[in-house]
């Protein structure tokens, strides 16, 4: 079944999660188990398209060096613990 939908504008990359009334309508436990399972796959996408943009980066320009890239991914809020 479908619970609700992830959004993302193409033009400025900000994204949103919206849950429909009947996701809000199962019990909290049950959103819980739900809401992790889903946490833990976006972390692993996340963590797949950090790892990847990283090494377009040192790739287009090998005189970066690593901690460069993090630093400024970090500054933006993009943290990839």
């Known amino acids: 079944m479908k619970y609700g939908n992830l959004n993302a504008s193409q033009d400025s990359g900000e994204g ?5 009334k009947a996701f809000k ?10 809401l992790g399972d889903w946490k833990h796959q976006i972390q692993r996408m ?7 943009h990283r090494k377009e980066i ?3 320009h090998p ?5 460069t890239f ?7 809020g993009h943290d990839i613990d």
């Open 46 to 52: 996340y963590e797949d398209a950090y790892e990847a």
């Open 63 to 67: 005189h970066l060096k690593p901690e």
């Open 25 to 34: 309508e199962e019990s909290t436990l049950w959103q819980l188990d739900v």
């Open 70 to 76: 993090d630093t400024v991914l970090s500054m933006l």
């Open 16 to 20: 949103n999660i919206g849950l429909s």
């Open 58 to 60: 040192y790739e287009e």
